[in-house]
């Protein structure tokens, strides 16, 4: 089975300033890692996936995550953020085999302060 | 840019009745999901649908849910006989279908059910 865990529930910033919302997984066996974000009164969108290859993905609206397997993580950051980024924060998993169904953690609200 | 599109956005329901959520898929999407979230707590999986039938469910899929296509552009979900833990922010997904590829889900908006 897989799990996810965000570290933080709740993430406030100043505008312009960076951030990084934090994210650990758990699986017995090779996964994809997404981040899906939130806005008030919306769906959830994809904003970045890992499936192979470089650690670094880069995503929309100026986001990139790092995967780093030894230490099973997939933290999401931008180096300066605006009004605009405020929303809830999901980071999921999926396996590589059989089903897709994504495994989310709890969610990171991330608040900007101008 | 196609959307996944959820009616009603807000349904409130008495503990015991039935009720439909809808969704509309992206129309060339071949596998749908449905996914909720109580409030405070994770979105969790409850199934997904392909070719017409389901293609995985979670243990929280019992026999008072049921999924249905009835259509080539609905695909809802009815659940029997509501309880008070079933309220949650109910989400549809579409995903095109390229298998072994982590196909991107696309969500809809929810629709917020409110069981009294």
């Known amino acids: 089975a897989q799990s996810v865990t965000q570290l933080d529930s709740q993430v406030p910033v100043f505008e312009e300033a960076p951030v990084e919302l934090r994210c650990n997984y758990s699986?017995?066996?090779?996964?994809?890692l997404f981040w899906y974000v939130q806005y008030p009164n919306q769906g959830l969108q994809l904003l970045l996936k890992?499936?192979?290859?470089?650690?670094l993905v880069k995503g929309i609206n100026g986001f990139e995550a790092e995967f780093n397997k030894s230490q099973t993580s997939f933290h999401l950051r931008k180096p300066s953020v605006h009004i605009s980024d405020t929303a809830e924060y999901f980071c999921?998993?999926?396996?590589?085999?059989?089903?897709?169904?994504?495994?989310f953690g709890q969610g990171t609200r991330l608040t900007i302060n101008p | 840019e196609p959307e996944v599109t959820q009616t009603p956005s807000h349904q409130v329901t008495q503990m015991g009745q039935e009720v439909i959520l809808r969704c509309v898929p992206i129309?060339?999407?071949?596998?749908f999901y449905w996914y909720r979230q109580i409030l405070g707590q994770k979105v969790e999986f409850l199934v997904s649908?392909?070719?017409?039938?389901?293609?995985?469910k979670s243990e929280i899929f019992d026999d008072q849910f049921s999924v249905e296509r009835p259509d080539g552009s609905n695909f809802t979900l009815k659940i029997r006989s509501t309880k008070l833990e079933d309220s949650a922010m109910y989400f549809c997904?579409?995903?095109?279908?390229?298998?072994?590829?982590?196909?991107?889900?696309?969500f809809g908006p929810g629709t917020r059910l409110t069981v009294l």
């Open positions: 997904a579409s995903s095109f279908g390229l298998a072994g590829s982590a196909d991107t889900q696309y």
């Open positions: 699986s017995s066996v090779s996964v994809y």
């Open positions: 890992y499936l192979s290859g470089s650690t």
């Open positions: 999921a998993v999926s396996r590589i085999q059989g089903a897709q169904k994504l495994v």
């Open positions: 129309s060339n999407h071949l596998y």
């Open positions: 649908f392909y070719n017409n039938e389901i293609s995985e």
